[in-house]
């Protein structure tokens, strides 16, 4: 059974304080691993896709990264409007994603 | 480009009484198409998929039904809602298995 868990549950930053958000999974058959912002009330908005361990991503100050058994969201010098929750999602075989429970990233001005 | 409507938006319903949330696609033609739900403080759980016309595979028994009339139309259903029905419920489409999916703007269900 594919399984997802992301970390932390909750990050709280001052404006400009960069981190990483983690994502480790455990799937069989990687096809790709998925990472979506989502606002509250909102649907979830797709930010990046990764094929291959090693492969990286980057929109503005995001940088998505992959390895065998994880994926890592670098944001850079975040801004209040990089408030959101992260979620990340390997696909598998099957065909639909397994979502992590996401990380709620709080960024303070 | 592609659009992905779901309706409505809001929605208040007693316990017992049936439910059925809309979703249609624009853009596109024999998309993969999903429902989402996501409970408070829990992840988004996959409920339904479907690669295409009346082909309906679900992931999770429970008091749901989806179906799948036209091309670009996924029906969510309930005869007898549940309190535990209540949730956020996301309609999305995908060109195939693995590739990117994309979501609605979702609908809040609030079972009382």
């Known amino acids: 059974e594919d399984q997802v868990t992301q970390s932390p549950e909750a990050l709280r930053l001052q404006e400009g304080e960069s981190s990483s958000l983690n994502c480790s999974y455990t799937?069989?058959?990687?096809?790709?691993l998925f990472w979506y912002r989502q606002d509250p009330g909102k649907g979830p908005e797709f930010l990046f896709t990764l094929y291959s361990a090693g492969e990286e991503k980057e929109k503005e100050r995001l940088k998505a990264t992959l390895t065998k058994k994880e994926s890592f969201l670098h944001i850079t010098a975040p801004k209040p409007e990089d408030s959101a929750t992260y979620l990340c999602?390997?696909?598998?075989?099957?065909?639909?994603?397994?979502f992590g429970k996401g990380t709620h990233l709080i960024i303070q001005p | 480009s592609q659009t992905i409507h779901q309706w409505p938006a809001t929605l208040v319903q007693p316990v017992g009484s049936p439910l059925s949330l809309e979703c249609t696609v624009e853009?596109?033609?024999?998309?993969?198409l999903y429902w989402y739900r996501q409970a408070a403080g829990r992840g988004l759980q996959l409920l339904f998929y479907?690669?295409?016309?009346?082909?309906i595979s679900s992931e999770v028994p429970q008091n749901l039904s989806a179906s799948r009339p036209q091309d670009r139309q996924f029906i969510l259903s309930s005869k007898k809602l549940l309190l535990s029905d209540s949730g956020f419920y996301l309609c999305?489409?995908?060109?195939?298995?693995?590739?990117?999916?994309?979501f609605g703007e979702g609908s809040w269900l609030t079972v009382v």
């Open positions: 999305a489409w995908s060109s195939g298995v693995g590739n990117t999916i994309y």
């Open positions: 479907s690669v295409g016309i009346g082909q």
């Open positions: 799937v069989s058959g990687l096809r790709g």
């Open positions: 999602a390997p696909a598998g075989g099957a065909d639909g994603l397994t």
């Open positions: 853009g596109t033609s024999n998309p993969n």
